[in-house]
C-alpha cells in the first residue's frame, strides 16, 4: 500500500511540475522550502528554546559601490526572511542594522531596540535602499566599530546571547583596523559571525574578524545567501558560551614566550621598488603586532644586493631573442645563495643568534626561481639545522609543489590573490605562536 501511495505522489508532482512554468515551479519550490524550514524550527525543541531566549542580533551589511545595486537588494530580502524565524520583541530577540561604506550610512542604519515587533521591523529592514553616494571605499572597521559603541555596549541587558552578523563582498579598506575592531567587539562577549559573497571576498580576513573558522560562511553569490540560512540559524540559537574554571594549570612557557630569532630573508632587486615596499610592510606589522612586539623575540633581515639594471645600449644586441632573454633575467629569483648565507652567517652567534632559541627563517618569493632544484636542496640543508621555514608567496610564478621543497609543512602564507600584507603577517605571528 505503502508503495502505491508513494508513486501516486510522484505521479501528482510530476504532473504538478509540467503543468506550470520554471518561474511558477521555482517560486513554489522556494516557498515550499522556507515553509519547511520554519515549520522544522518551530515544531522543533531547539527551536522553542531558542525562541524563548531573549537576544540581541546585529547585521553589519556592506554597501560599498562594488556591490551591485540588484545584489545589494538580494542582500537586504536575505536579512528580511532571517529575522522571521526568532520571535522579535523587548523580552525576546531585539535586531539592529548597521551598513557601511565610506561612512556609516545613517539612512540604512537603526538600533537594535528600535522596531519590537516582527511587522515593523522586517518592513524597516525592506526599506533599506542602496547609497550610490558613499560607496568608494569599505569601511569595515566603522562598521564593527558602530555597533559595538552605539548598540553592544549601550544594551543594558545582561547574560543573554548578542551576535554580529557581518556580510561583505572585498576585503576591507583597513584590513588591520577592521581585525582590532572585531577583537575589541569579541571581547564584549559578542559572537561576530562572517559571511563573504563572490569571489573577492577574503576568507582568511574573515576568520581573523570572528576568530573562528566555524564562523565563517562563503557562498558564491547573493542569490545563494539562503543557502546558508540554517547554518546561521542554529549558529545564532547557541547559548552564550562560558569559560570554566581551569582544572591544571596553564602551561609555563607557550610557544611565543621563548627566544625566538626570526629573519627575514628577500632580494630587493628582484622585488622591485613596489614588491620591496610590501615586504616593508609585512616586517612592520610583523614586529608591531602585539604577539611578537617582545623582547624575547629578535629579528634581522638577509638581503641580497640591489643591483638592478634594466638598460643597455643601442648596440648591445642584434637580434629579438637577445633581448628577450636579458628581460627574462628579471622574472627570475636568485634565492639560493641568500639561503646558505641565512643558515652560515644569520643565526650565528657573532650576527647576535642565541643557544636554544627557536630559528625561523621567513622567504618572500617573487618571480620565477632560475634554480628550483639548487633552491630546494639548500632549503632542505636550512630546515635541517634547525630553523623553521616560511615562505611568503608574492605572485603565482611558481607551482606549488616548489613552494612546499621550500617552506616547512604547513608554512606557506599566499599573497598572490591580493591578499595584503598586513593580513599574512597576521597570519604569520598566529602560525608562529600556536600550540
Not at 522579535?88 to 548597521?98: E, L, W
Request: with cysteine.
Amino acid at each position: 500500500m505503502w508503495f502505491t501511495t508513494l508513486s501516486l505522489l510522484t505521479l501528482a508532482v510530476t504532473a504538478f511540475a509540467f503543468s506550470v512554468d520554471s518561474n511558477t515551479l521555482q517560486t513554489f519550490l522556494r516557498d515550499l522550502q522556507d515553509k519547511q524550514v520554519r515549520d522544522r524550527f518551530q515544531n522543533d525543541p531547539f527551536k522553542k528554546a531558542c525562541g524563548g531566549v531573549p537576544a540581541e542580533i546585529v547585521f553589519i551589511i556592506d554597501s560599498s559601490r562594488s556591490i551591485y545595486p540588484p545584489h545589494f537588494t538580494e542582500q537586504i530580502k536575505f536579512v528580511g526572511n532571517f529575522v522571521k524565524i526568532f520571535t522579535i520583541g523587548p523580552n525576546a530577540v531585539q535586531v539592529g542594522v548597521v551598513t557601511y561604506g565610506d561612512i556609516i550610512i545613517p539612512q540604512n542604519t537603526f538600533l537594535w531596540n528600535k522596531y519590537q515587533d516582527e511587522v515593523s521591523l522586517v518592513n524597516a529592514i525592506s526599506n533599506i535602499g542602496f547609497d550610490f553616494d558613499n560607496g568608494g571605499t569599505t569601511q569595515t572597521a566603522l562598521g564593527i566599530r558602530y555597533a559595538r559603541e552605539e548598540m553592544f555596549i549601550k544594551s543594558k541587558r545582561r547574560g543573554i546571547q548578542k551576535i554580529a552578523i557581518l556580510i561583505t563582498d572585498g576585503v576591507s579598506t583597513h584590513p588591520s583596523e577592521a581585525v582590532q575592531e572585531a577583537e575589541a567587539l569579541r571581547k564584549l562577549g559578542v559572537m561576530l559571525i562572517g559571511v563573504g559573497v563572490g569571489k573577492s571576498a577574503s576568507r582568511s580576513e574573515l576568520v581573523l574578524l570572528t576568530g573562528d573558522p566555524s564562523r565563517v560562511f562563503m557562498v558564491s553569490g547573493y542569490d545563494l545567501l539562503d543557502t546558508v540560512k540554517q547554518k546561521l540559524e542554529l549558529k545564532a540559537c547557541l547559548p552564550p558560551t562560558t569559560t570554566p574554571p581551569p582544572t591544571t594549570p596553564p602551561p609555563k612557557e607557550q610557544p611565543c614566550e621563548k627566544n625566538i630569532d626570526v629573519n627575514f630573508v628577500f632580494d630587493s632587486g628582484m622585488l622591485g621598488d613596489q614588491g620591496t615596499a610590501n615586504v616593508v610592510k609585512f616586517i612592520e606589522s610583523s614586529i608591531s603586532g602585539k604577539d611578537l612586539s617582545r623582547s624575547n623575540i629578535r629579528f634581522g633581515t638577509v638581503a641580497g644586493p640591489c643591483n638592478k639594471v634594466y638598460g643597455f645600449a643601442l648596440n648591445r644586441y642584434q637580434t629579438k631573442e637577445d633581448i628577450l632573454r636579458h628581460f627574462d633575467q628579471f622574472h627570475q629569483t636568485s634565492l639560493a645563495p641568500l639561503l646558505t648565507d641565512t643558515k652560515d652567517k644569520s643565526f650565528s652567534f657573532q650576527s647576535g643568534g642565541r643557544p636554544g632559541a627557536r630559528k625561523v627563517a621567513v622567504i618572500f618569493l617573487k618571480g620565477k626561481l632560475n634554480d628550483p632544484s639548487g633552491v630546494a636542496a639548500r632549503a632542505s640543508a636550512l630546515r635541517n639545522s634547525g630553523v623553521e621555514v616560511f615562505v611568503v608567496n608574492m605572485d603565482n610564478m611558481n607551482s606549488r609543489q616548489t613552494l612546499e621543497t621550500i617552506a616547512s609543512p604547513g608554512n606557506i602564507l599566499d599573497g598572490d590573490r591580493g591578499t595584503s600584507m598586513v593580513l599574512l603577517s597576521r597570519q604569520f605571528s598566529d602560525r608562529l605562536c600556536r600550540l
